[in-house]
Every structure is written in C-alpha cells, then in structure tokens.
C-alpha cells in the first residue's frame, strides 16, 4: 500500500496576515478579493470567529497561531470501479485540527462541493464544539467530493471502503474518530468501522461513532442533535421569558438536525410554521403537523406535494414571520443580503456556519439573539462521545440515560456560555468562543510545546 501519508502537509502556506490562504473550489489558492466570496468562504467566517475571542482572552501569538491552523491535513485520491467497469478517481480529505484534549472527532461528508476550506473550518468549528461541552477530544473533519445521488449502494460501499483505507494511518479510536455528516449515516459508519477491523485484525467499534444499534451505536445517538437543538431552544427561550406555545417556529432542513428537532419542538408544543429541503419549503402559519410532515418526507423523499399547505421557494423561507429560526441544512444561509429582513428573535443554530460574521453583526445591531452552532448543535457529537466510551466499556446504556446525561451536559453549556457572553458584554457566540478556546488554550500550555 502507498503511504497516505505522504500527501500529508503538516503545517501550510500562510498570507501576510497568517492566514491560509483561500484555497477556491477547484483547489487553487489564487487571490480573490470580492468581499461575497470572502464573506462566504467558512474558514475566513472561523478565523474571524476565533479572532474576536483571542483578542478577548488576550491569548498570547504563539498559541494564537498554535490554534488557528490545522495540525494535520490528508487529501487522498480514491479510485474505484463503478459498476459499468469503468474507473473514476475521487478526491477525499481529513483535517485534523487539534488535538490537545483527546482524539480528534468530526464527521465525513459526502457532496460534490466539498472543498479545502470548508473541512478546515468544520474541523476547527469541531474543536470548539467539543471544548464548549467539555468532552475529551479535539476536533476532525473529513469529506469525499462526489455526488451520493449519482453512485450505486455498491459504489458508494467501494468509495467508503477506499477513503478508509487512504485515511487509515491516521485513524483509531485514540486518534481519531470519525461520524456521519451530510450525505452519509449510519450504513457509511457500518463499512468504515469493518474496513477499519479487518485491517486491524480484530473487530473495532470505537473507531467510528454514529453506527447501527447492533454493532455498538448508541441508543439515542440519531436524534441527539436534534434532541440538543430542542434542550437549547428551551434554556434560550427560558432567557428571553417566552413559552413555546406563543412561539412559530421556521426550520431550515428536513434531515436529521432540521427533521428531528421540528419533531421534538412540535412535542414540546411550539408551533412550525414551515419547514424545508432542498427543492422548497412548506409553510402554514397555523403550524404543520409534524409527525405527518416527517411520514410524509419519508414515503415521498421530499416535501413537495404535502396537501393542503402552500409550498415557497426556499429564498423566502428565513424571512418569514416567526419568533424563533432554526437553520439546520448548510453554511452561509444569513448574509449580509438577509440578515435585516429576518423576522426571528431567537436564532438557534442546528447547521454548522449558517451566518455569515457579518450576518451575525446585523444581527446583534438589531437585537436578535443567536445561540452559534458549536453550542446549538453539539448533542450530536455529546453521544458520540457516549457512544464511544460505551464500545470501549462493552456496556451499553438505556436510552432515558443517554437522554438525561445530554440534557446535563447542554442545560451545563448553556449556562456556562451565557454566563461567559454576560461577563464580557459580548454575544453568545463570542461567549460560546471564549469559554472554547480558553480551556484548549489552557491545556496546550499545561501540556507545554513537544520539540
Ligand atoms: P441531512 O443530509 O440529514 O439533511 C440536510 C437537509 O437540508 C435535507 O433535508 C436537505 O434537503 C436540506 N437542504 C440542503 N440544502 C438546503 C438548502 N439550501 N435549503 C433548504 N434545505 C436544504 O444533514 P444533517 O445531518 O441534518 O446536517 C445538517 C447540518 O447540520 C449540516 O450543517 C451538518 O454539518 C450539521 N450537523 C449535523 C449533525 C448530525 O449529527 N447529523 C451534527 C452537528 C451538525
């Protein structure tokens, strides 16, 4: 087998300022100044995050610089036979970006616009995440340029397969531990965990988290991003003294953040006034029933043709009137372009990057309270946690435990960012960012500079 590791860049190319530079879609890293393109590129939105809080914190330039970059980054070629026999090479990544606290953990997303730059900012933004719950480990990301739509059940085994494979040499349930993402479940998890075993030679569940019950998953792991957006719209609407009865919720996305936390808000009694996939959105302001919202989703594959609701093109969805906005698809979904028309007072983020730093600054200039991603969305990674100190304990929990040590552990990092964001006067982002970076920060230094 070729090394992976040899398309290792350990460390990269650096701008004047120490930024990365942006690398574009088709992997160049040419210089483009449109302020749209700087505005939407996930890294710049991270770095940019990840500034405001180091200024505060008065993190000193060296671990400054420590923390901005990835430690590791992996592009691999990943070529496999399709089934009419033809070859087709893909293109895979892993960026590793710290792992201070414990093994790196992130998802593996499968798209056709993957890129550099967006599993960079993932993998930092999954830093963060697991520093804001204060979970042992640091933060990974990986992606596979394809189009899952366009691939046989067999081709998409084949590519899974490989990518592992290529990825291998920096995997294991001490290093790394990947998860699903957009694109990929619980089915990808199942070939990455036996690829990963019979390679080792012996069967190894803690490799990956988010798998099938009966090969060690978690219960509870499928809806725990969900169940975690539910848990923080709770403890953000107790702060701005509303109930959810009086509340008309607009979700974004229909997967498993959007799908899911819609389902458990409608449970809780808010009333979803519209809900989206990827081809349009379905909107009452009566509120959807969303149990026969979701049947219907899952018999039909999308939400058109839902009877008796109006269906809108999706570039209306996010300025409809309501209370409370739940983006859970993709990044960059309130911009500079949107962000005034936005109705919500409350934003609670499902997706990872759905606001722009910008969109976020409308946002604050008109009272809007946002509660980021790497708080809003992290039960996810919260049972993955669990999930892998089940298959490393070989004892597995009940569900009402699983639930109940999530609800501890984001009811807990609420309240110990809101606290952050209320000592500094800032908002719950650059709360959620400072309480982040400072425990990293703190145990780089206690661990020292490794020379
Ligand atoms: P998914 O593939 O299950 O669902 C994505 C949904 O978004 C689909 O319904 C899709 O049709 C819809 N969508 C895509 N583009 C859209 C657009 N432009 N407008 C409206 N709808 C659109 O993915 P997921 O797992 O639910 O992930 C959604 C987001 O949440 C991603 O940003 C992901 O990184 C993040 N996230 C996921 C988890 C997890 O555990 N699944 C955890 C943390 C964060």
New binding site residues.
């Given amino acids: 087998m070729t090394s992976s590791l040899a398309l290792i860049s350990e460390g990269f190319e650096t701008t004047t300022d120490g930024h990365p530079p942006a690398p574009m879609s088709d992997g160049s890293t040419k210089n483009n100044n449109s302020e749209t393109r700087d505005e939407l590129n996930p890294f710049h939105s991270m770095a940019h995050q990840f500034g405001l809080a180091a200024d505060l914190l008065g993190l000193d330039a060296g671990t400054r610089e420590v923390l901005r970059q990835p430690d590791r980054e992996l592009t691999v070629s990943l070529p496999i036979v399709k089934d009419d026999g033809e070859i087709q090479v893909f293109t895979g990544y892993r960026v590793q970006h710290n792992f201070s606290r414990g093994p790196c953990k992130g998802?593996i997303?499968f798209a056709p616009d993957v890129n550099l730059d967006e599993v960079r900012a993932?993998a930092a933004w999954m830093t963060w995440?697991c520093s804001v719950v204060d979970i042992p480990f640091g933060g990974g990301k990986g992606g596979v340029i394809c189009d899952p739509r366009e691939l046989s059940q067999g081709e998409l085994e084949r590519l899974t397969r490989r990518y592992t494979v290529s990825i291998m040499d920096i995997l294991g349930p001490d290093r790394d531990v990947p998860?699903?993402?957009?694109?990929t479940?619980e089915q990808t998890m199942a070939w990455i965990m036996d690829t990963y075993s019979m390679h080792v030679r012996r069967t190894t569940t803690a490799i990956v988290t988010?798998k099938p019950i009966v090969i060690g998953g978690s219960h509870g792991?499928r809806e725990?991003?969900?169940r975690g957006v539910m848990l923080i719209c709770r403890e953000a609407m107790k702060k701005l003294g509303r109930s959810p009865e009086d509340t008309r919720v607009v979700v974004?996305?229909?997967?498993?953040?959007?799908?899911?936390g819609a389902l458990l808000l409608h449970r809780e009694g808010y009333k979803i006034v519209s809900i989206?996939?990827?081809?349009?959105?379905l909107h009452d302001q009566g509120g959807l029933d969303m149990p026969a919202v979701m049947d219907y989703?899952k018999e039909n594959g999308?939400l058109e043709g839902y009877p008796d609701t109006d269906y809108l093109d999706?570039k209306e969805?996010l300025e409809l009137p309501c209370e409370l906005l739940v983006p859970?698809?993709?990044?960059n979904?309130i911009t500079s372009e949107n962000a005034g028309r936005i109705q919500a007072q409350l934003i609670v983020e499902?997706?990872?990057?759905?606001t722009t730093p910008r969109g976020q600054e409308i946002l604050d200039e008109r009272g809007v309270m946002v509660v980021p991603?790497i708080l809003a969305?992290?039960?996810?990674?919260t049972v993955?946690y669990f999930e892998w100190v089940q298959d490393r304990m070989g004892y597995f929990w009940t569900e009402e435990i699983v639930n109940s040590r999530l609800e501890q552990v984001m009811v807990k990092a609420f309240h110990s960012v809101a606290d952050m964001a209320e000592l500094h006067n800032v908002n719950m982002r650059t709360g959620a960012y400072l309480v982040a970076i400072d425990r990293v920060a703190r145990v780089y230094r206690m661990r020292g500079v490794f020379a």
């Fill in positions: 998802g997303r993932l995440k998860a699903p993402d957009m694109n479940n988010g792991r725990a991003t969900g974004q996305g229909c997967g498993n953040v959007g799908g899911i989206s996939d990827m081809y349009g959105c989703m999308r999706n969805q859970a698809a993709t990044e979904q499902g997706a990872n990057g759905p991603d969305n992290a039960g996810g990674v993955s």
